[in-house]
């Protein structure tokens, strides 16, 4: 092999690690939607963790449903109160909802997510009045609902379905709560604004090229090295 084949051999796959290195994945959209129903206070959906919680932040029940109209995971009474709210029917009762004085929330644990998230997707939005949702994130773990950790809200007509985006310089939290909460502490809407956490879509970060990848491109250079040491060897002699 001549000097200037292998050169153009070596280049080449250079080029090829260069382009391994800012490699991108597609999307990846984790759905919540199912039959289950009760889903204790805690389930993993692949490697995102959804959690339930009611408006003093103690733990409730998860419930997960799948109808025409209603897709998602939803909260349940607290753990104090019982499991009193799933069986036949469903309704508002399971949703995200802020019924009465008290509002629920769904915390999504997104820690051993290689990637942001882009897309929080919600489903049988019904508004009385006001708001229907809204969305926080932090890297803590422990809700505050401060201002510090508002991302934004939303409204929408009777049993609608809304993706909602999240804005790139909200995409690096561990910790994504979706509520009917306002960001002064008070509940979203007069009364009545409940809804189902359906889906959420993160975008993986760009993947880095493997160590084998930069073990075959030093091979490369090095094999590149001893051809040409054996070519002046043959030259001189």
């Known amino acids: 092999m001549s000097i200037l084949k292998f050169t153009h051999i070596?280049?080449?796959s250079a080029l090829v690690l260069a382009s391994l290195t800012t490699a991108h994945a597609a999307a990846v959209v984790t759905d919540f939607s199912g039959t289950a129903g009760d889903l204790g206070t805690s389930h993993a959906f692949g490697n995102i963790i959804a959690a339930a919680f009611n408006s003093s932040g103690e733990t409730a029940y998860l419930n997960q449903r799948n109808t025409s109209s209603d897709k998602g995971i939803g909260v349940c009474n607290s753990v104090d109160d019982g499991r009193t709210c799933f069986g036949a029917g469903n309704g508002a009762k399971n949703e995200i909802d802020n019924n009465g004085a008290s509002y629920d929330w769904i915390r999504l644990d997104v820690s051993a997510v290689h990637g942001v998230v882009t897309r929080i997707g919600?489903?049988?939005l019904d508004k009385d009045t006001g708001d229907d949702y809204s969305i926080w994130g932090n890297n803590t773990g422990i809700a505050t609902f401060t201002a510090a950790d508002?991302?934004?809200h939303g409204s929408s007509s009777g049993k609608a379905n809304k993706n909602v985006s999240i804005a790139q310089g909200f995409g690096h939290y561990s910790y994504y709560y979706v509520t009917t909460r306002?960001?002064?502490g008070t509940k979203q809407g007069a009364n009545g604004s409940d809804f189902l956490l359906q889906s959420i879509t993160t975008t993986p970060l760009p993947v880095?090229?493997?160590a084998a990848g930069w073990l075959l491109g030093s091979g490369l250079i090095?094999?590149?090295g001893l051809k040409r040491k054996r070519s002046d060897k043959a030259a001189n002699s």
């Open 208 to 210: 880095p090229l493997p």
């Open 222 to 224: 090095g094999l590149f």
């Open 150 to 152: 508002f991302i934004t």
């Open 122 to 124: 919600l489903s049988s």
């Open 10 to 12: 070596a280049t080449g």
């Open 182 to 184: 306002f960001q002064d």
